[in-house]
């Protein structure tokens, strides 16, 4: 959609807006004004606001011929918002290109020198005079080109005869309304590595008929990822269908203007723009956007209007920084809860949209201004003329909870509950009777709840779901988030308040509209249908493959592994009885350099299981494959074992003379009554027993190491982790820029599901009234894909002073029940319990070598008059117990940064009272150097915050403390001033 020159014009003025609001300065941006020439020398800037002052009086000359003859702009065109920014680049009026090279040789000869020689110029429009050198258009370090039809060739040229002086351009505008020029000045990008801003725009010229003529440009050459430095970048009013993979390549880019292209998506890795605080894509065909987008935390002006977007994603709660939200003609009918969390948000454009209903979040934002004009608000759905197959089904109502939100209610309707985390929860219409109040809680992992068997992995927390006693008419679907596994099956278990079973599990992802993290993908969800509520967990175990055996005989193969087979011949049972089959896959290199030998294969482990404990009445055949790299023909059945496990002792017994074992050229069958643990080696070791045991020991243990950080900006802060191996690197890397540390630690075993213990030696302690402190030691439980993570703090043992050189050592705690007699005796006594130690060192905090740790101190405080201490900090401290959470909304309001608030936020997430009174404190340390008024801020700061209350008690304590400070001086026979100028400020507050 086109635009106005009166558009255009405002357009300019917003540029200069932008680029202060990007901390550019006006040096960079204006051009110096003419001075004299002497000396018969050049004055290249004296051309350029003679350029300005041309176009100035030419778009004067034709502003009303152009209104009464030019095209037609609709009311909706004049009502869309303009165009930001192109940042420092000076605009030139469309109609210059109408100058005649008689007006140019008038105005400009005087101003040039006449040149000896000059590279070819390419055609340009207007034409530059005789006595003018090319090179005369650079200007300092900026090039505008957009200003000539056809000037974009003009760079090619410039680059051919001054390519030093080019390299250092900062500023560069050029038309695409020219596709050669355009192409080959696209192919010297690349080395102007310095750009800064650069704008490729069309609609610069018009033609005879006064329409604009378009931009050509179709896409970026990927040799533009090199322009690391640019921070403006306008495509706008070209022929783009899709983003250029080169733009999610620089890494401070700060505003992108895509307007009036064609582009009907953006890629999921838009998100990688960071740095991008200004995006407009108004005027193109987006149907929707990416969930990417909540990524691009920096994001504060976002233009999406004049596009096709029925729906926004919920990950657009995430730009916490926006101020300014444009979706002004779209089709939306609704918009996402998540809004709620925009706490910047100032002004939100949604005029021209099917809203019918505006979500009750937006009406808590501060300060936000909401434009709703031509929306059916309050009015109902117009009805379709005639029933669609897909309205056949009443959309269920859907309901986003938060952390803090633990209980909600059902409807006989129905609901899709959106649990923190990922979880989903869909209610179907009819499974209740009355609407009922239910909760959730996510447990931690405790081993007394959590009951793993051989080889499973824990991949979520316990998700409980209350009351539990209730009964369902319909199934209701449970959905439990859980992380990545490999080669595995993932079911969800439920405890019914004993033991765990298994039940049958649909693997999916989550909705579009709710991710495991703001701005994430939609988790992976693990799903069940129940009829009652429980405790609900996600493990990943060895497939099983189950089958009935009825007297007829059965035959059941491996689904992870087909050469494994059962042959149930008939009559082998009298009833019937269910059997289970898991195959385990072993790494040949790992059994080699456990038991020692090279020359070792083994075959899949098989896990054989049935629900009853009697021996079979007939031989059961049982296939297995060969050792990787033995065949029926090379064979020394001499080296081939056959081995039976014991789960309940967890032994290994060779069993190969008491077996029938045939080998086929690919396989070996044996026939079985019992079912167990069977194994099949291929190793020159005489006694394999020993080495069986040692390696499927190893098959249940992780390789770990153990990390223990201190946040840079709080040295008592520690964070401690172990971490299966594979996770370590990535791990640190990630947390580099918040905490130093030591290297992680050596290579160390655990268990799926193994207590340990982290003790503080050496000068260091901790509270020990923590609930996971046992006897001086915190106390994890290793679960391989969870996080197992703890953040303390610590400080000095008693009777140090200065910094103090301590150490973390981790160590084995309470063995598995199911862990053999003979590994456990190994593991008893200190050098064995002993895993890990890492270094730690606490450095002083203040001048006198002490550590503030007991209680929080905050220095006196003064926030009324100097004589008086009207508002003390013991006033704050009484009013700190009453702000709860609105502490963020008062932070806000008495001008805290974001920033700031997320920081305290963080550091005492587990402590309202401290996070408050820290907030308060840290904005009334601030106000020492302020001015008098604080108290009167103060109050300001509660009534905008709608906490009235609270500003009258504050405004109560100042007239008390006035009012006792006049009577002391009368006291003492001081003459009491007229005016304390107490009153003012406050009265300045209510206003």
């Known amino acids: 959609m086109e635009r106005s020159c009166e558009e255009e014009a405002a357009h300019d003025e917003e540029d200069e807006d932008q680029a202060a609001a990007d901390g550019w300065t006006g040096t960079e941006e204006q051009t110096p004004a003419p001075k004299a020439p002497t000396g018969g020398e050049p004055d290249p800037s004296a051309d350029l606001l003679a350029l300005r002052l041309c176009g100035e009086l030419v778009y004067q000359d034709q502003e009303t011929p152009e209104r009464e003859t030019g095209p037609t702009v609709s009311q909706a065109e004049r009502d869309a918002p303009s165009v930001s920014p192109s940042?420092?680049?000076?605009?030139?009026?469309?109609?210059?290109?109408?100058?005649?090279?008689?007006?140019?040789?008038?105005?400009?000869?005087?101003?040039?020198?006449?040149?000896?020689?000059s590279p070819s110029v390419p055609s340009l429009t207007p034409p530059l005079p005789p006595s003018v050198e090319l090179a005369a258009l650079l200007t300092d370090t900026k090039l505008t080109l957009d200003v000539y039809k056809g000037g974009a060739a003009a760079l090619p040229v410039l680059w051919g005869s001054i390519p030093g002086q080019l390299k250092g351009l900062l500023y560069l505008r050029l038309g695409s309304e020219d596709k050669p020029g355009l192409d080959d000045a696209l192919d010297v990008l690349s080395h102007l590595t310095e750009l800064r801003s650069l704008a490729i725009r069309g609609h610069c010229f018009y033609d005879s008929q006064g329409d604009p003529l378009p931009g050509l440009l179709t896409t970026l050459p990927p040799s533009v990822s090199s322009l690391s430095h640019l921070v403006h970048l306008d495509l706008s009013f070209n022929q783009l269908t899709g983003l250029p993979t080169c733009l999610l390549s620089l890494p401070v880019l700060s505003s992108l203007l895509l307007c009036h292209n064609h582009l009907s998506d953006l890629p999921p890795g838009i998100g990688q723009l960071s740095s991008l605080t200004y995006l407009s894509l108004l005027g193109n065909e987006l149907v929707s956007l990416p969930w990417s987008l909540g990524q691009m935390k920096a994001l504060q002006t976002l233009d999406v209007s004049h596009n096709l977007l029925q729906r926004l994603p919920e990950e657009i709660g995430s730009l916490e920084e926006l101020v300014k939200l444009e979706l002004s003609h779209n089709k939306l009918k609704q918009l996402p809860e998540s809004m709620g969390s925009l706490i910047a948000l100032r002004e939100l454009v949604i005029y021209s949209n099917d809203l019918r209903l505006i979500p009750q979040c937006l009406n808590k934002l501060p300060r936000l201004k909401i434009d709703v004009r031509d929306n059916p608000l309050g009015q109902p759905p117009t009805p379709p003329l005639s029933p669609t197959p897909d309205q056949t089904e009443t959309k269920i109502q859907e309901l986003h909870l938060g952390f803090n939100q633990h209980r909600f209610w059902v409807s006989p309707a129905g609901c899709h509950v959106f649990l923190p985390g990922g979880?989903?929860?869909?209610?179907?219409?009819?499974c209740l009777e009355t609407t009922t109040r239910l909760k959730w809680v996510e447990k931690r992992p405790e081993r007394k709840l959590v009951r793993l068997e051989e080889h499973d992995i824990l991949l979520s927390r316990p998700l409980e779901l209350c009351p539990h006693g209730i009964t369902f008419l319909k199934p209701v679907e449970v959905c439990v988030p859980y992380h990545r596994t490999k080669k595995r099956e993932v079911v969800v278990q439920r405890f019914d308040g004993q033991s765990w079973s298994s039940l049958p599990t649909v693997l999916r992802r989550g909705s579009e509209s709710h991710s495991s993290h703001p701005g994430g993908r939609p988790a992976r969800l693990a799903c069940c249908a129940v009829s009652q509520f429980s405790w609900f967990m996600v493990v990943s175990r060895p497939v099983k493959d189950s089958c009935s055996v009825t007297p007829a005989g059965a035959l059941l193969v491996s689904s992870a592994d087909p050469g494994v087979k059962l042959h149930f011949p008939p009559d082998s049972t009298v009833q019937a009885r269910t059997i289970t089959l898991q195959v385990l896959q072993v790494s040949v290199s790992e059994v080699q350099a456990v038991c020692g030998d090279s020359q070792a294969r083994v075959s899949p482990l098989l896990c054989l299981s049935q629900t009853h404990s009697l021996q079979f009445l007939q031989p059961i055949k049982v296939q297995v494959p060969l050792p990787s790299g033995v065949t029926g023909h090379t064979v020394d059945m001499s080296c081939l074992y056959l081995l039976h496990g014991d789960p309940t002792a967890q032994t290994w017994t060779d069993i190969t003379s008491q077996v029938s074992l045939n080998v086929t050229h690919l396989y070996a069958i044996f026939y079985i009554t019992h079912f167990s643990w069977y194994w099949l080696w291929y190793t020159t070791q005489r006694c394999v027993s020993g080495a069986v045991r040692k390696v499927y020991q190893r098959l249940k243990q992780f390789k770990v190491q153990f990390l223990v950080l201190q946040r840079k900006t709080d040295p008592s802060q520690?964070?401690?982790?172990?971490?299966?191996?594979?996770?370590?690197?990535?791990?640190?890397?990630?947390?580099?820029?918040?905490?130093?540390?030591?290297?992680?630690?050596?290579?160390?075993?655990?268990?799926?599901?193994?207590?340990f213990f982290a003790g503080f030696e050496r000068g260091l302690d901790i509270s020990t009234e923590r609930p996971d402190c046992v006897e001086g030691r915190l106390c994890f439980v290793f679960y391989s894909s969870l996080k197992n993570l703890k953040e303390v703090y610590i400080c000095p043992a008693l009777g140090q002073k200065g910094p103090v050189r301590g150490q973390v050592s981790f160590y084995r705690g309470e063995c598995p029940s199911n862990l053999p007699e003979e590994v456990a005796k190994k593991r008893k006594g200190p050098d064995s319990q002993w895993l890990a130690t890492l270094p730690l060192r606490l450095p002083a905090l203040n001048s006198e070598n002490n550590f503030i740790m007991e209680e929080l101190q905050h220095p006196p405080l003064n926030l009324g008059d100097p004589e008086s201490g009207y508002l003390t900090e013991a006033n704050l401290l009484s009013i700190s117990l009453q702000i709860a959470q609105d502490w963020r909304v008062i932070g806000i309001n008495l001008g805290l940064s974001y920033q700031e608030?997320?920081?305290?936020?963080y550091k005492y997430r587990d402590n309202l009272g401290a996070l408050v009174l820290d907030m308060l404190f840290h904005w009334a340390r601030g106000q020492r150097h302020a001015g008098p008024g604080a108290a009167s801020r103060l109050v300001a700061a509660m009534i905008e915050s709608g906490r009235r209350d609270l500003a009258e008690e504050i405004e109560g304590i100042v007239s008390l403390g006035r009012r006792k400070y006049s009577e002391s001086l009368r006291r003492v026979g001081l003459e009491e001033p007229h005016n304390t100028g107490g009153?003012?400020?406050?009265?300045?507050?209510?206003?």
């Open 983 to 991: 009153d003012e400020p406050m009265q300045g507050a209510d206003a």
């Open 901 to 905: 608030l997320d920081r305290i936020q």
């Open 718 to 755: 520690v964070m401690l982790q172990c971490l299966p191996a594979t996770r370590v690197d990535v791990r640190v890397q990630s947390l580099s820029e918040q905490y130093d540390g030591p290297q992680p630690s050596d290579l160390c075993d655990l268990l799926e599901g193994e207590q």
């Open 423 to 430: 979880a989903e929860l869909l209610f179907p219409p009819g």
């Open 87 to 117: 940042i420092l680049v000076d605009t030139f009026g469309p109609s210059i290109s109408s100058l005649s090279s008689s007006y140019f040789s008038t105005h400009h000869h005087d101003s040039f020198s006449s040149s000896s020689s």
